[in-house]
């Protein structure tokens, strides 16, 4: 189960380097900070998969909890969500070190 974990944490380090390059390059070519929101990089990607979890949120958890993804996590930049997803999939995969050291029996 760690290794699920370990890779997409590494596939969602990818696409958050991805992302904030692409927003680095959007930067310096317009001259101003050009950060693209999670929501938009989503609607180019898949947009019937985003109003599906909008409505399943709404069902689950009810309408606040949906006013509050769509406040707090749409508009975020989509580098530092797929960062931060990372670090989550990180933290969760990870596997403590012996405390008896590496050669222990």
Do not use: H, N
């Given at each position: 189960?760690r290794?699920?974990?370990?890779?997409?944490?590494?596939?969602?380090?990818?696409?958050?380097?991805?992302?904030?390059?692409?927003?680095?390059i959007?930067?310096?070519?317009?001259?101003?900070?050009?950060?693209?929101?999670?929501?938009?990089?989503?609607?180019?990607?898949?947009?019937?998969?985003?109003?599906?979890?909008?409505?399943?949120?709404?069902?689950q958890?009810?309408?606040?909890?949906?006013?509050?993804?769509?406040?707090?996590?749409?508009?975020?930049?989509?580098?530092?969500?797929?960062?931060?997803?990372?670090?989550?999939?990180?933290?969760i995969?990870y596997?403590?070190?012996?405390?008896?050291?590496?050669f222990?029996?």
């Amino acid at each position: 189960m760690r290794l699920i974990f370990r890779v997409l944490s590494f596939l969602a380090l990818c696409l958050g380097v991805i992302a904030g390059s692409v927003d680095s390059i959007a930067s310096v070519s317009a001259s101003q900070i050009s950060l693209t929101p999670v929501e938009a990089a989503w609607m180019d990607l898949s947009p019937s998969s985003l109003s599906a979890l909008q409505g399943l949120i709404e069902s689950q958890l009810g309408s606040a909890a949906s006013t509050a993804f769509a406040g707090l996590v749409l508009p975020q930049p989509a580098f530092a969500a797929l960062l931060a997803l990372s670090l989550l999939f990180w933290m969760i995969g990870y596997k403590k070190p012996s405390p008896a050291g590496r050669f222990a029996a």
